[in-house]
């Protein structure tokens, strides 16, 4: 079973940053890629952010690249997503999963099973 705790979220102004944390149980996080994922009301969920098992890659999607930075604590078992210069377009509930690289070309979660999420408000 995925066990995942997403946090962080709030409302926050255009510009400014808020920084998610995800806890995963131990079958979920260890030795996966872990990812970040968005979705907004009427659209699909989107990838935001990926990193490798061992934190030494990471990947990010186009509409972030540059502002969001994702890391994480092997030791605590934890998936950070930190997020600066926010834009209105960046509102949605955030989530995370275990991931792989798909076919060669997306990133997606290992098995469809997500926590609550954390929602970003970001106004303008």
């Known amino acids: 079973q995925v066990q995942l705790e997403e946090s962080g979220g709030g409302l926050v102004q255009a510009g400014g940053s808020l920084r998610l944390s995800c806890a995963a149980s131990?079958?979920?996080?260890?030795?996966?890629?872990m990812g970040w994922f968005r979705q907004s009301p009427g659209s699909e969920r989107e990838f935001v952010a990926a990193v490798h098992w061992t934190g030494g890659s990471t990947y990010y999607a186009d509409s972030v690249k540059g502002r969001f930075t994702i890391s994480r604590d092997n030791t605590k078992r934890i998936v950070y997503l930190q997020m600066n210069s926010l834009k209105p377009g960046d509102t949605a509930g955030y989530c995370c999963n275990a991931v792989q690289y798909w076919h060669g070309n997306a990133w997606g979660p290992i098995r469809d099973s997500w926590g609550e999420g954390t929602q970003v408000t970001v106004s303008s």
């Open positions: 131990e079958r979920t996080f260890s030795g996966h890629n």
